[in-house]
C-alpha cells in the first residue's frame, strides 16, 4: 500500500459522517490489542488556543530529552502534519504500515456487521498505533471535536485534562449555549486526573468546575495567574510569571500576540505540575529553548517581512477577535490588504465584525471545500459595511493579485478559513 493509497482508503470513511461517540473506537481498538493503554498522554480541548497550546507542551518536554507523540487536527498542507513523533512528521513508511494494520481490523468489523468507525477514528488508531510502535514516553493528545465523545476520548486516564478555551463553534453538534459545549468539552475530564483549564466564560467555567469537582479532582485555574510581558514584537513574546511558587523569567516565545501569553502559561503550569509530581525531570535552560522554539503553522505566522506577509488560522469569532488584537498591537497605523475566504457553516456576520475593524481593503475569495461560503455572498456582506472588495474565488488567483499589490501596503494578511491557509501557505512557499 502506498502513501497515496493509504490515504484514499482513509478518506473513503467520510462517508460515515462526524459521529462523536466512543463505541466503535472502543471496539476498534481491542481489536488492536488496546495499545494506546500502554501510554501516557496529556490530553488536550478546547475551542481555540489547544494546538498552540500542544506545540508549547510538545517542544518543551522534548527539549528535556523525552521522546514525544503529538497527534493534532487538522492538517494544512500535507496529511502526515496529524501525526508527529520527536520532531518527525509520520513517515510515509508507517502511515502506510499502521494504516494497513487498522484497517485490516476495520474490515473485519465490517464482515461482521458492526458499525463502521468515521475517518477521525481510523485517523486517531493510526496514531495510537504508530506512538505505541515508537514507544513514545508521552503523548501529547489533541481533541478532534468537543471531547466527551470524540475519539481521543477512548484513553483511559491521561497525566491531566487541558481545556484551553471555551466559545462558539461547531454549535451543530456541541450545543447552542456556552455552558452545552462546556459540557462536551468538560467529558475529557477523568476521575482524580489532575484539569488544567484556561477559561474566561464564567458561565463555562462553571461547568467545568462542577465536573472537575465531581470527579474529584484538584482544579488549577491559569486565568488566575499574573504575569508581565516584558517584551514584545512580530518575532516574538517575553514574560515573567510565578508558578505556584516557581519563577519563570524571560520566558520567550516565537508566536506572536497576546492570546499567545495565556497558551504558554497553559503549558508552563501543566509542566509545573508534572515536574512537582516527579512525573517529568525539568531542566530550566532546556524547557526555555523549547519553548522558544515552538512555533504553529498558520498562526499569526510570518511568510515575508517588508512589508509582512501573515497568514492567521482565525475561523471562529474568538479566533478573529484574538487575530484583531494582535494586528492591533503589532502593526498599529498600518494599512492592510485582507484576503479571506470562508465555510458557510461558519457565523461569518461575527468573524467580519472583527476582520473589518483590521483593514478597509480586502480580496475575497473560496476554500477549495464543498462547504464554502461564496465569495460572490461574503464580498456583499463586506460592502455593506463600506469595505472595498475585489472578487477573485480561485484562491490561486487571490494570491498573485495580493502579492502584486503589497507594495502599496504595510501588510497582507490572508485569513479566514483553516483550509484556506493550507493552500495559501503552499501557493506563498511557492512565490516567496
Excluded: W
Amino acid at each position: 500500500m502506498s502513501r497515496e493509497n493509504a490515504i484514499e482508503k482513509i478518506k473513503e470513511f467520510e462517508r460515515f459522517g462526524s459521529r462523536l461517540g466512543l463505541e466503535r473506537m472502543s471496539v476498534l481498538m481491542e481489536r488492536l490489542g488496546n495499545p494506546q493503554k500502554d501510554l501516557k498522554y496529556i490530553h488536550v480541548a478546547g475551542t481555540n488556543g489547544k494546538g498552540s497550546v500542544c506545540r508549547y507542551l510538545y517542544e518543551g518536554l522534548q527539549g528535556n530529552g523525552y521522546k514525544v507523540g503529538l497527534f493534532t487536527s487538522p492538517f494544512l498542507q500535507v496529511f502526515n502534519e496529524r501525526i508527529e513523533f520527536d520532531h518527525q512528521l509520520i513517515s510515509d513508511e508507517d502511515l502506510e504500515r499502521c494504516t494497513g494494520l487498522v484497517l485490516e481490523q476495520v474490515e473485519e468489523m465490517m464482515a461482521k456487521g458492526l458499525d463502521s468507525p468515521t475517518e477521525f477514528e481510523v485517523i486517531t488508531a493510526v496514531a495510537f498505533v504508530y506512538f505505541h510502535l515508537k514507544k513514545a514516553d508521552f503523548v501529547i493528545l489533541e481533541v478532534g471535536l468537543g471531547g466527551r465523545g470524540d475519539s481521543t476520548n477512548v484513553i483511559e486516564k491521561p497525566l491531566a485534562s487541558v481545556i484551553t478555551s471555551i466559545s462558539y463553534d461547531h454549535m451543530d453538534r456541541l450545543g447552542n449555549t456556552l455552558a452545552e459545549i462546556a459540557s462536551e468539552k468538560a467529558g475529557i475530564i477523568k476521575e482524580g486526573v489532575p484539569v488544567i483549564m484556561n477559561v474566561d466564560r464564567r458561565e463555562a467555567a462553571k461547568v467545568l468546575a462542577k465536573e472537575a469537582y465531581e470527579k474529584n479532582c484538584v482544579l488549577h485555574d491559569v486565568s488566575k495567574i499574573k504575569y508581565a510581558i516584558t517584551e514584545k514584537s512580530i518575532e516574538g513574546y517575553s514574560l515573567d510569571t510565578n508558578i505556584y511558587g516557581t519563577d519563570y523569567a524571560e520566558v520567550q516565545i516565537s508566536m506572536a500576540g497576546k492570546h499567545q501569553m495565556q497558551n504558554v502559561l497553559t503549558a508552563l503550569v501543566t509542566l509545573e505540575l508534572l515536574r512537582k509530581d516527579s512525573i517529568i525531570k525539568v531542566e530550566r535552560s532546556r524547557l526555555y529553548a523549547g519553548l522558544k522554539k515552538a512555533r504553529q503553522m498558520g498562526r499569526f505566522e510570518v511568510m515575508k517581512e517588508n512589508p509582512y506577509v501573515i497568514i492567521d488560522g482565525a475561523h471562529n469569532e474568538d479566533g478573529a477577535a484574538a487575530l484583531k488584537k494582535t494586528a492591533e498591537e503589532l502593526l498599529p497605523d498600518q494599512k492592510i490588504l485582507f484576503v479571506t475566504g470562508m465555510l458557510g457553516d461558519k457565523d461569518t456576520e461575527k468573524i467580519l465584525d472583527h476582520f473589518c475593524q483590521i483593514a478597509d481593503d480586502f480580496v475575497v475569495t473560496e476554500p477549495d471545500n464543498s462547504r464554502k461560503y461564496p465569495a460572490v455572498q461574503l464580498a456583499e456582506d463586506l460592502e455593506k459595511r463600506g469595505k472595498h472588495c475585489v472578487v477573485l474565488a480561485d484562491s490561486a488567483e487571490a494570491c498573485r493579485y495580493a502579492l502584486a499589490h503589497r507594495e502599496n501596503y504595510g501588510a497582507v494578511i490572508f485569513a479566514g478559513s483553516l483550509y484556506l491557509i493550507g493552500e495559501i501557505r503552499g501557493l506563498l512557499k511557492d512565490k516567496l
